[in-house]
């Protein structure tokens, strides 16, 4: 719906009279006339004026239309007023995706920290793959991610953060939990609850060069509910270092001589107020504090 012909409909509305009316807007008569037509014709041909004589009169749609379009017009006139007049003091949202077990005790302080010094930020985090995560920086709904891949797309700006190790999750009943170490290729045809569409896609591949066989039989989004489904029983999981908790039923063994790299993900030419900018140096620095390059 166009502001301006809502604009134009209040004042002809309360003049009923089209030459004051578009006197007062500044504009030409027949562009008010044409934006009345338009908004008759978005409105399904609803008729907003009749005329009487040489002038017009709102219809009974009309004075319906004029009593929502005014209260609208008021709302967002109020709500202008007030960012004008504190727009130092609104809140900035900042929205940052993270593919699980990214946010490791460390970088949580940092951002704790760096919120409660800044008062305007609100935080909105988005936790799911890579490939989801750029599709959702692609769109403008997230203004950066921690990913666990890389893209070709230009439109992209990737810097590396450090490397992660991974832990095999299984219950302590199985055979292998009197493992000290697992290699990779003991364990791919054994159930597997994975999280993050990429990892669970695509481990094997990553880790020996071959294509993807795994025996996936539970698919979920965090890591926390892949330790959940691991201590039913339901199958084994492959689980950042940052991920790994104390659990009675869960035996945790190092994958042999695997990491994966991480990245912060940002969109070029795309400006962030320096507000959040700071917050993506602080949340970089923390996790590369936690995940150092090896």
Known sequence: MNY????????????????????????????????????????????????VGRNIRLTDHGRFYQQKVDAALKELHSASLILRNSKDDAPIVIRLGVVSGTLSSAAADIIAKYIEENKRIRLQITESSAENLMSLLRQEKLDMAIVDSTSRDPSFHFRILGKRSFYIALPKSHPLAEKEIIYPEEIFQLPQVVFNYDLGNSFKEWATGSPSDE???????????????????????????????????????????????????????KWLEPSIWQFRENVMNAIRSSFPQK
């Open 4 to 51: 301006n012909y809502l604009l134009y409909f209040s004042v002809l509305a309360e003049t009923e009279h089209y030459t004051q009316a578009a006197a007062r807007l500044g504009i030409s008569q027949p562009s008010l006339s044409s934006a009345i037509h338009n908004l008759e014709n978005e409105l399904g041909g609803a008729k907003l004026f009749e005329k």
């Open 215 to 269: 025996n996936v039989v539970c698919q979920v989004d965090t890591a926390q509910s892949a330790l959940d489904m691991v201590a039913a029983g339901v199958g084994i999981a492959f689980i950042p270092d940052s991920c790994v908790r104390e659990h009675e039923n869960i035996r945790y063994i190092l994958l042999d001589n695997w990491h994966q790299a991480l990245y912060m993900c940002i969109l070029y030419d």
